[in-house]
């Protein structure tokens, strides 16, 4: 297949070039439009008052590449729009958006994530889209962050894992997924990831979260504070957050026609 990547990491993100590696072992045809910065948790958004600059360039990563100084919305719109007929890229069969650092399950974080927003900007151009994100234990995550010398041997494994495992998912469900359905699949996988993980469908959780902000310091201003919520789901059925903590590989389908459907 051919296949439009982003993320919402950045193009310097090795979860995104892992997945990259994992695609092409599979024999697909790539093209990447990726962020030039972080752009986790601006959702949906779209640079609507400020030029956005795109630029070509050689990562590496055997296929074409592409650093947008915007939103994963941006770099898909503006990918499908002028930047792939551009180059003779043929039109993309599906929008992959990941491997993101660390897990969007829950409706508290799947409308706030970029990872999400990339696939959906594909959806609203009538194409499957696939978010992929991988859980992380809290230390693995500020190792990751404070590490200089990139993941430990541990993440490294589980990432390998986790990217063939998403890489096999894609196939099957870009084939069951009508053109102008309107449908995102969010696709989370566990910490640790190992072959013999199980994928198990899921709904969102229901989780509640409030204060994301500090109080406000001496100059007024308030800060991002990471919280994960309090889950309020109902036993059934199996949620996004219940399959990864139980070590399952998470598949939900996000259809966004049901969006004001009558209950």
């Not at 592409?66 to 929008?95: K, M, R, Y």
């Not at 009508?178 to 990831?193: A, D």
Request: net charge negative; with cysteine; hydrophobic share 45%.
């Amino acid at each position: 297949m051919r296949l439009l990547l982003t993320n919402d990491d950045s193009i310097e993100c090795f979860f995104l070039h892992a997945l990259v590696h994992a695609l092409q072992k599979e024999g697909h045809e790539l093209c990447i439009v990726a962020p030039r910065h972080e752009q986790s948790w601006t959702g949906a958004s779209k640079s609507r008052r400020r030029a956005v600059a795109s630029a070509r360039e050689d990562r590496g990563l055997g296929c074409l590449t592409w650093i947008v100084d915007g939103t994963p919305s941006d770099c898909v719109n503006i990918g499908i729009a002028h930047l792939l007929p551009q180059s003779g890229f043929p039109a993309p069969d599906a929008v992959i958006s990941g491997i993101n650092v660390g897990f969007n399950a829950s409706l508290g974080f799947i409308n706030a994530s970029g990872t999400i927003a990339g696939a959906w900007e594909g959806a609203v151009h009538g194409l499957p889209g696939i978010a992929i994100s991988q859980d992380l234990t809290f230390a693995e995550f500020d190792r990751l962050t404070l590490a200089k010398d990139g993941p430990s041997p541990e993440l490294r494994e589980t990432l390998n894992h986790s990217a063939a495992r998403a890489a096999a998912l894609v196939p099957e469900l870009v084939a069951t997924t009508p053109r102008q359905s309107f449908i995102v699949h969010n696709v989370n996988l566990p910490y640790p990831c190992t072959p013999a993980a199980v994928v198990r469908r899921t709904v969102p959780a229901r989780v509640i979260v409030p204060a994301l902000f500090s109080p406000a310091a001496d100059d007024g201003t308030h800060r991002f504070v990471f919280s994960l919520g309090q889950d309020i789901s109902p036993a059934e059925p199996l949620t996004d957050r219940a399959a990864i903590a139980a070590g399952d590989i998470s598949h939900t389908i996000l259809d966004y026609t049901r969006l004001g459907t009558p209950l």
